[in-house]
């Protein structure tokens, strides 16, 4: 039975970004102005708060699309502290992604969004589902029922997560 919370190559690439596995007591990253902090939200920037999450250890890019947990950057481009998803859940810009043009937003409910030139999409019903997918590549803008076989798919190529 695997015990694993991330599969070996998500857990190495998050080492590598600087991820210690452990909570901080406090929010040590800088937040935007205007924005509601909500348990969700503070959860993810307790643990992952600041990381660039997409370079090894001598620079060089080793994901498709690195992305970054930088609530400050997030909110102060994005810039509406009243969004909210179509069933009225507030959202929380936290991160950037595709080299910095889209948005990472999280939910009240934790449930993981991005932001793309004009798409809006789910990425992941929780944060940890998500860090997975950007890292694995997962294609999140296509059907669940397709990202879920894409997910196991990649996971598959990891020898060293089953």
């Known amino acids: 039975m695997n015990t694993r919370r991330f599969p070996y190559k998500v857990e190495r690439v998050l080492r590598i970004a600087g991820w210690t596995g452990e909570k901080s007591d406090t929010i040590t990253v800088r937040l ?3 924005y509601t902090l909500f348990p969700a939200v ?7 708060g600041g990381l660039e999450i997409g370079h090894d250890e ?5 994901l498709h699309d690195e992305f970054y947990i930088s609530p400050w950057n ?12 179509e069933d009225g859940y507030r959202l929380y810009p936290f991160g950037l992604m595709c080299d910095r043009q889209g948005f990472l937003l999280v939910d009240e409910r934790g449930h993981v969004y991005a932001l793309f030139e004009i798409r809006f999409n789910r990425v ?14 997962v294609r999140f803008w296509l059907s669940e029922e397709i990202q879920a076989q894409d997910m196991v798919d990649r996971m598959a190529k990891d020898t060293n997560y089953a």
């Not at 001598?58 to 080793?62: M, P, W």
């Not at 019903?125 to 590549?137: H, M, R, W």
């Open 42 to 48: 503070e959860e993810i920037l307790k643990e992952f």
């Open 124 to 137: 992941a019903k929780t944060f940890d589902e998500a860090i997975i997918k950007l890292v694995l590549g």
């Open 74 to 85: 997030s909110g102060t481009v994005y810039g509406d502290p009243n969004a909210r998803t």
């Open 32 to 34: 935007p102005e205007g």
């Open 58 to 62: 001598e620079g060089y890019r080793i």
